[in-house]
């Protein structure tokens, strides 16, 4: 009687703390949920001016867009018109009416996996690399290639312009990042330094730093112009795939948490926030000011990161500390991206997720959007200009949200 008494007893405990742990995680789950409608009510409720800056993305899409007949790679919005184009493993880049859902054209000219896509400023000029280790410079108005450059010797994975304008640059598996001019098609500069693939690169607004991740697990920051390294950051225990640098307004909100991140005494962080909290004082003044005397662009104070580790790490540059490890994920993040507000930050995974985390309520998880492509989602982009976000996914779709 004992021993059938024991087998049916066995794993029961085990058993009622599963249910436990996942009604807890459900819990939370409805907890954030009704948080987040809360929110939306207070912002957008009844009798309530529309704040597009402060709009999220949420469930069913507003366009579910087929057309490539190989996983999306990469999304990008047009800095002015109401486009979106899409880079895929089919060789082809597509560009999409955001408003229609349809397919304007189609660019070929890659013979390989078209890795990454990239405006310039004005939108007159898009960049794309490819697996076929060569990066093109396209008329986007004529869709026509003005340039193809080759000189790395391994699949390029992304490439961007300088604000400029009259430089590319790039990054590859070769393990090297190049500078090209757009004009000639020449390779300028080479910078070495990683130890494995090069997985994204990240220029800021400011024109002389860089930023690149890497299947070493480490990001680098760079003085370009220079051709130097500025610092590294090791903090990831598996590959990075994306950097982003903030935005003057997503600084204004992370630059309370610098402080929590410094190390030593309270005696020690108190001084240590003063002087901190008087010289970002004095640096804003003297940015203002150079500002209003010569435009001199926004220098960003921060940089987030997405990692095969699941995790979201936000980095504060001039000190090198780490500001915080969102976790959450349950599967590779791909990529993050500042929404414009600077209230919050965008990743997708390949957990089918799309999620907004809260930059001003300790990175709490503010909104998910589950199953937004089957099985992964590969790629996110912000419009600034119109309050919309496009992904892409396995599922060779790309939607805007």
Same mark, same amino acid.
């Given at each position: ?22 009604? /807890? ?86 013979? &390989? ?16 690399? /490819?697996? &076929? ?82 299947? &070493? ?19 990831? /225990? ?51 000011? &150079? ?111």
């Amino acid at each position: 009687m004992g021993v059938k008494y024991e087998k049916k007893c066995e794993g029961v405990l085990e058993r009622k703390w599963t249910i436990v742990t996942k009604l /807890s995680n459900k819990a939370l789950q409805l907890e954030n949920e009704v948080e987040s409608l809360r929110e939306d009510l207070k912002n957008f409720g009844k009798g309530k001016v529309r704040d597009k800056s402060l709009v999220l993305p949420r469930a069913p899409p507003k366009h579910v867009c087929k057309g490539h007949r190989q996983p999306i790679t990469c999304v990008v919005f047009h800095p002015i018109f109401s486009q979106v184009v899409t880079a895929s493993e089919d060789c082809t880049i597509m560009v999409w009416d955001t408003e229609e859902g349809t397919v304007e054209k189609t660019m070929k000219g890659h013979i &390989d996996t078209v890795q990454h896509v990239s405006f310039n400023q004005d939108g007159k000029q898009l960049a794309s690399c /490819s697996a &076929d280790m060569s990066i093109k410079v396209w008329n986007f108005e004529t869709h026509i290639c003005l340039k193809t450059m080759r000189g790395h010797e391994h699949t390029v994975s992304c490439v961007k312009f300088t604000p400029a304008g009259d430089r590319l640059v790039s990054c590859s598996r070769d393990k090297t990042i190049k500078f090209w001019d757009v004009q000639s098609g020449y390779c300028l500069s080479t910078l070495q330094g990683h130890k494995d693939w090069v997985r994204h690169v990240q220029i800021s607004p400011c024109s002389s730093i860089l930023a690149s991740c890497s299947m &070493d697990h480490t990001i680098r920051i760079w003085d370009y112009k220079k051709c130097e390294e500025l610092m590294s950051f090791r903090d990831h /225990s598996h590959v990075v795939d994306s950097v982003v640098f903030s935005h003057e307004k997503a600084d204004q909100t992370l630059m309370k948490y610098v402080q929590k991140e410094l190390n030593g005494s309270e005696q020690e962080q108190e001084k240590k926030v003063k002087t901190t909290a008087e010289k970002d004082k004095s640096q804003k003044e003297k940015n203002d000011k &150079d500002k209003r005397e010569s435009s001199t662009p926004y220098t960003p104070e921060f940089l987030a990161s997405a990692s095969r580790d699941k995790t979201i790490k936000i980095f504060h540059i001039s000190s090198g500390a780490l500001v915080t490890e969102i976790s959450g994920h349950e599967n590779w993040v791909r990529e993050v991206i500042f929404h414009p507000s600077g209230k919050y930050l965008l990743s997708c995974a390949d957990d089918k997720t799309i999620r907004v985390w809260d930059l001003e309520k300790n990175f709490r998880c503010r909104k998910i959007i589950e199953d937004a492509h089957d099985p992964f989602v590969t790629c996110i982009d912000y419009n600034m200009a119109r309050p919309m976000v496009a992904t892409g996914g396995v599922d060779k779709e790309l939607k805007i949200w």
